[in-house]
């Protein structure tokens, strides 16, 4: 089944990651303008048995920031992301996030000889 777009869903991006996650898949940044403008910097969660998205509310404080052109992959409960551009400062990044769907949080990875 194809899921219908709805006006409550989230606005159409490009540059971003998905990766699978139990029933969900969680998808990360990326940009929602032609111009390269607008990168969200947020977390959304597809529920593949319902068919709907929900932006999940985040216990930390910490955020990778916005980014598009990023890595992402999905490990048990957790989805690293990784490098990227911060369309903000158009600066490549070099750092690393995990996100873990359970504790619903995201922790900073420290990266040497990066």
Request: no cysteine.
């Amino acid at each position: 089944m194809i899921k219908n777009i709805s006006s409550d869903d989230p606005i159409p991006r490009y540059g971003h990651t998905g990766v699978i996650m139990e029933h969900y898949i969680v998808i990360y940044g990326g940009v929602y303008n032609i111009d390269y403008t607008r990168t969200p910097g947020d977390i959304l969660l597809f529920n593949i048995l319902t068919q709907t998205f929900s932006e999940p509310k985040l216990m930390t404080r910490i955020k990778p920031g916005n980014r598009k052109g990023h890595i992402a992959v999905g490990i048990s409960q957790s989805m690293l992301i990784h490098g990227g551009m911060d369309t903000d400062n158009n600066e490549i990044l070099r750092s690393a996030y995990v996100y873990t769907l359970i504790k619903n949080s995201r922790n900073e990875l420290e990266i040497h000889n990066a």
